[in-house]
């Protein structure tokens, strides 16, 4: 197959070139590693915050708390599963996610070391239940309907319920970095992670936008190749496919591109 008019290609070299360019690359590949090690050391020893709100959330089984998500283990790991109003369905990237890594395969491996995994949605249950079951999914998923939950954890949007703050940013910070005011209203892209100890639970750590990248495989895949995740936000050589960052058929449309996120 031929590459598409008007799509450049990398240059061709000799192997002895090619290998010298490669060996400089995995030294700043190595560099990056121990980077992220150290940012993930750093993350083990940040401090967390005592939950003191009283959250309640709707299951199969009925209305539970924040204290019972965790089971019988000690850390709570929350995927915000976003959901789409005018559709009454789950967004598509959470969909794609929980397709690929929302398995019982996948979770018995955070189970393994005394972490629980569930999605929580602000979805009536009716909503997620017939979604799920659409789906064939069997992971842990609530709903936090009329709760405060996805707004005081800042994934839910809505300035007649809590002011507007998205990945530690205001509305103010959000608008002058470039954030569209469209995407700043529904859900956005977040996760949020808590600790037990008896009957205290603390808020350890969320992330947001393209803090959450590295948890869709995918990408990882991607990044290896020579175009890359062809995205408009990318650096890459004049001449490379890319497309805007809310072109249809997106997986994992993420509002705001790379740099504001």
């Known amino acids: 197959m031929a590459l598409p ?3 450049r290609r990398p240059d061709v070299v000799g192997r002895e070139e090619w290998l010298r360019a490669r060996k400089e690359l995995l030294a700043e590949e190595k560099r990056l590693r121990r980077a992220q090690d150290a940012l993930n050391a750093r993350r083990r020893r940040l401090p967390m915050v005592r939950i003191e709100k009283e959250y309640l959330f709707e299951g199969p089984g009925g209305t539970v708390g924040l204290r019972d998500l965790f089971g019988d283990r000690s850390q709570l790991y929350v995927h915000h599963f976003m959901w789409r109003d005018e ?11 929980a397709e690929l890594h929302f398995t019982p395969a996948f979770l018995a491996h955070l189970q393994e070391r005394d ?6 949605s602000r979805a009536p249950l009716a909503s997620i239940e017939s979604y799920r079951g659409e789906r064939g999914w069997t992971f842990p998923w609530y709903s936090s309907a009329g709760g ?6 800042h994934v839910s949007l809505d300035e007649r319920v809590a002011p507007v703050e998205y990945n530690y940013r205001t509305k103010e910070e959000l608008s002058a970095s470039g954030f569209p005011e469209e995407a700043m209203r529904g859900d956005l892209p977040g996760n949020s992670v808590f600790l037990r100890d008896g009957d205290e639970v603390f808020h350890t750590y969320s992330a947001y936008a393209r803090g959450l990248d590295q948890l869709f495989a995918p990408y990882h895949f ?4 020579p175009y890359g995740r062809q995205e408009a936000w990318e650096d ?26």
Do not use: H, I, K, N
């Open 222 to 225: 991607l990044d290896l190749t």
């Open 87 to 97: 559709e009454d369905r789950g967004c598509p990237s959470c969909t794609a996610a």
């Open 236 to 261: 890459s050589p004049a001449g490379w496919p890319q497309r805007p960052t809310y072109a249809p058929g997106r997986l994992t449309p993420r509002p705001g591109g790379g740099e504001c996120c």
């Open 148 to 153: 405060d939950f996805p707004y005081d954890f």
């Open 115 to 120: 972490v629980t995994f569930v999605c929580v």
């Open 5 to 7: 008019e008007g799509v």
